[in-house]
């Protein structure tokens, strides 16, 4: 039996290489889409509409044939005809949430960063011309030991009453990043006929986001902070102030940003998270009075669960808001931070 091998090496900003006995090719995308170069010299784009299953492939080059998927109406085409008062959520690009003290890291990060990827890019460039994976292996090792020793830190220390006080808040804020679910909001609109929305009249898009508790790679620190991947940007919370990172560094002082938290019923669609409490069901086509509209065989009923809404803002333009299955966190969340008069 021949041996065979196949890694995937994730890069970070999308870019992931693929090693196997056929060769090297990568891949670059974001959610939505994503352009691949095979091993064996073929092209590959694919778009797709996440949460529909709705995708169009379109492959070239090498020894394939081209293979085209009709695609359906875009996400954006869908909202638009079915939704009116479209906002959607944005936030500021870290450098307009850059304090002064915080330019200077910036500054480091980024020569860090192009020294890692200068060295990755390198190496993969010559082990695709030399054909011999080891080289990128050997220089994607090398590239990641050498950031880890001269990433920036940094670095805290508290007197008694300001461990406790960081332990609270981290603590709560860690209650509500063990969330069963956890969705990022990027849009708001006003359904167009809300009896064929489960008779909801203001609706939100969302985008699923992740939680951790370790800062991106280029950075260290002493404590555990408490960390948040979302679609474009990754929020940080950390002892005295918010970090956003989305390319460049933001630092934002807790003294300048507002925090708004509630409570509020979610439609769930699946699988209904355990750390949640069911408020009541929906049909899918209702009547005025929340009645099922008869008039559709396949009506559905969705549950409509208590989920917590956390809103984070700033004067100079942070925006950024979220849900998060488990209520109840947020409720202590929100007590945690009213005690430290950070609301």
């Given at each position: ?66 293979n085209n998927t009709p695609a359906q109406k875009d996400r954006a085409t869908l909202i638009a005809e079915n939704f009116h008062d ?258």
């Amino acid at each position: 039996m021949g041996l065979r091998y196949r890694k995937s090496i994730n890069l970070g900003m999308g870019f992931r290489v693929n090693i196997s006995t056929s060769g090297i090719g990568y891949s670059w995308g974001t959610k939505g889409y994503r352009i691949t170069k095979t091993a064996s010299g073929k092209t590959r784009q694919t778009v797709s509409i996440p949460g529909t299953g709705i995708s169009y492939v379109e492959e070239s080059g090498g020894n394939g044939k081209a293979n085209n998927t009709p695609a359906q109406k875009d996400r954006a085409t869908l909202i638009a005809e079915n939704f009116h008062d479209i906002e959607e959520v944005t936030s500021a690009n870290t450098t307009m949430l850059q304090s002064e003290a915080y330019k200077v890291l910036s500054s480091q990060i980024k020569k860090l960063q192009i020294i890692v990827y200068g060295i990755i890019v390198a190496t993969l460039a010559l082990s695709i011309a030399l054909s011999l994976p080891m080289i990128f292996i050997i220089g994607f090792v090398v590239a990641i030991i050498l950031g880890y020793r001269i990433s920036p830190s940094i670095e805290y220390s508290f007197d008694d009453e300001q461990q406790a006080r960081w332990n609270e808040i981290s603590e709560a804020w860690r209650a509500v990043a063990k969330s069963c679910d956890l969705q990022e909001i990027t849009l708001h609109a006003k359904a167009n006929d809300p009896r064929t929305n489960a008779g909801i009249k203001e609706s939100i898009d969302t985008s699923k986001m992740k939680s951790g508790k370790t800062l991106p790679w280029f950075m260290k620190t002493n404590v555990t902070p408490i960390v948040f991947t979302m679609k474009k940007h990754t929020l940080a919370i950390m002892p005295d102030r918010l970090l956003v990172f989305q390319g460049g560094l933001g630092a934002v002082d807790y003294s300048e940003v507002k925090f708004e938290l509630f409570i509020q019923g979610f439609l769930v669609e699946g699988k209904t998270p355990k750390d949640s409490e069911l408020i009541q069901y929906v049909w899918r086509y209702a009547n005025k009075d929340g009645s099922r509209d008869k008039r559709f065989n396949n009506n559905s009923q969705y549950p409509i669960m208590k989920y917590g809404k956390i809103f984070i803002s700033s004067n100079r333009g942070l925006n950024i808001q979220f849900l998060c299955s488990n209520g109840n966190a947020v409720d202590n969340l929100n007590s945690v931070l009213e005690k430290y008069s950070l609301i």
